[in-house]
C-alpha cells in the first residue's frame, strides 16, 4: 500500500493503541464506512433511550445492548447494568480509603512489577505521556488489592483494568466495575487456585464435545489442553487477543448478560473456524490454529461478529452453564487440581 493511501487511516487509534505495522488500512476502511452508519444510527436510539436518567434491565435494553453501546455512554451503562453504580452509590469516599489504608509492599511489588508490560502498544500508558495512565492503574489495582484481600493482585487483571480506565476515565468508576467483574461476573478467575477460572475452561471442553464433536475428538486425540490454547481468551477477557473495538462490544454484553458470554464468543470462534482447526495434526499445530482465528476479517467486523456469537452456537442457557460448571469443578477437585 502506498504511504498516501496509508495515511488516511491513523495510526494511533481513538484509545491509544498504535496500529501494527501489518494492519489491513483496506479491509478496515471498508468495514469502518459501514460500521459507522450503524454507530451513527445506534447513537441516536440510546439518546432516547437514556432520556429518562435510568438504565433499567429489559428485552429493549438487551437487544440496545447486544446491537452495540456507543462510547459516549458506554461507562455509563456499564456502570448501571453491572451493578457497579449502585455498590459506589451506598459506599462513598470506600475507594479513596482504601488508597489510603495499611501498606502492603508485597501487593505493591507485584503490581509495579507489571505497570510497564501494561499496553506498551499504548500512548496512554507510556510514562513519557502526561498525564500517564500507569498511576491511575496504580491505584485501582492497589486498592482492588486492599479491598478483596482473597485475590489480591493477579496477572490479566492489569489488562482488564487498563479497558476499564480507557473507557471510563475515572478511577473509582474503574475500581467499581473491577469489582463486578472479578467479585461477581467471574468468581474466582483469579482467586489463587483461579477454580474458577479452570472450571469455565473445562466448561468450554464440554460445550465444544457437544456442539462441535470433530473438534472435541481432535482435541482429545492430540491430547491437548483447553487451558494451553483458551487460558488467555477467559483470563484477559478477549484484551490483546481480539481487536479492541470487538472486546468492547463483548463486554457491553458481558456486564448486561454474565459470563455466558465468554462461552458464546468461544464457541462462534471455533466454529467458524470449525475446518482449518481439524486441519492441525499436532500439539503445536493447534496452538498455532488457535491464535490464527482470533485475527482478520471475522473478528475485525465486530457487528457481524456479535451477531453470530448469538446465532452460530445455539441455545446457551445460564442454567445449562451453572450445571456444567457443577460437574466441572467437582471433577477438578476431585483431581486435586485446585489445591494451592
Not at 487498563?162 to 478467575?189: H, K
Request: glycine share 6%; aromatic share 10%; hydrophobic share 40%.
Amino acid at each position: 500500500m502506498e504511504p498516501a493511501e496509508r495515511s488516511r487511516v491513523p495510526r494511533i487509534d481513538p484509545y491509544g493503541f498504535e496500529r501494527p505495522e501489518d494492519f489491513d488500512d483496506a479491509a478496515y476502511e471498508k468495514f469502518f464506512s459501514s460500521y459507522l452508519v450503524t454507530l451513527t444510527r445506534r447513537a441516536i436510539k440510546w439518546s432516547r433511550l437514556l432520556q429518562g436518567g435510568s438504565v433499567p434491565r429489559s428485552r429493549t435494553v438487551k437487544r440496545y445492548v447486544r446491537k452495540g453501546v456507543p462510547l459516549e455512554h458506554r461507562a455509563r451503562v456499564w456502570m448501571a447494568l453491572s451493578g457497579a453504580q449502585a455498590q459506589m452509590d451506598q459506599n462513598p469516599g470506600y475507594y479513596h480509603r482504601l488508597l489510603q489504608g495499611d501498606r502492603n509492599p508485597r501487593l505493591e511489588d507485584a503490581i509495579r512489577t507489571d505497570l510497564n508490560r501494561t499496553f506498551p502498544d499504548n500512548v496512554k500508558f507510556r510514562k513519557t505521556t502526561e498525564p500517564c495512565l500507569q498511576k491511575t492503574l496504580y491505584n485501582v489495582l492497589l486498592a482492588y488489592g486492599h479491598h478483596n484481600q482473597g485475590v489480591g493482585y493477579c496477572q490479566g487483571m492489569n489488562f482488564i483494568a487498563g479497558y476499564l480506565i480507557l473507557i471510563t476515565n475515572n478511577e473509582e468508576e474503574s475500581f467499581w466495575l473491577l469489582d463486578a467483574l472479578v467479585g461477581r461476573i467471574l468468581p474466582d478467575y483469579y482467586s489463587p487456585a483461579m477454580l474458577g477460572l479452570k472450571t469455565d475452561q473445562e466448561v468450554l471442553g464440554e460445550l465444544v464435545r457437544a456442539k462441535l464433536p470433530a473438534v472435541g475428538a481432535l482435541m482429545e486425540r492430540l491430547g491437548v489442553l483447553w487451558t494451553l490454547v483458551v487460558s488467555r481468551w477467559f483470563i484477559c477477557l478477549f484484551v490483546d487477543v481480539l481487536p479492541v473495538e470487538t472486546v468492547l462490544r463483548i463486554w457491553d454484553c458481558l456486564f448486561n448478560e454474565g459470563s455466558k458470554i465468554i462461552f458464546r464468543v468461544a464457541l462462534t470462534l471455533i466454529k467458524q473456524h470449525q475446518e482449518f482447526i481439524l486441519e492441525a495434526t499436532s500439539i503445536p499445530d493447534i496452538c498455532d490454529k488457535f491464535k490464527q482465528i482470533t485475527k482478520g476479517s471475522f473478528v475485525m467486523e465486530c457487528h457481524t461478529f456479535m451477531q453470530k456469537i448469538f446465532s452460530e452456537p445455539g441455545s446457551l442457557s445460564m442454567a445449562t452453564v451453572a450445571k456444567l460448571r457443577e460437574s466441572c469443578r467437582a471433577r477438578l477437585l476431585a483431581q486435586g487440581q485446585c489445591i494451592t
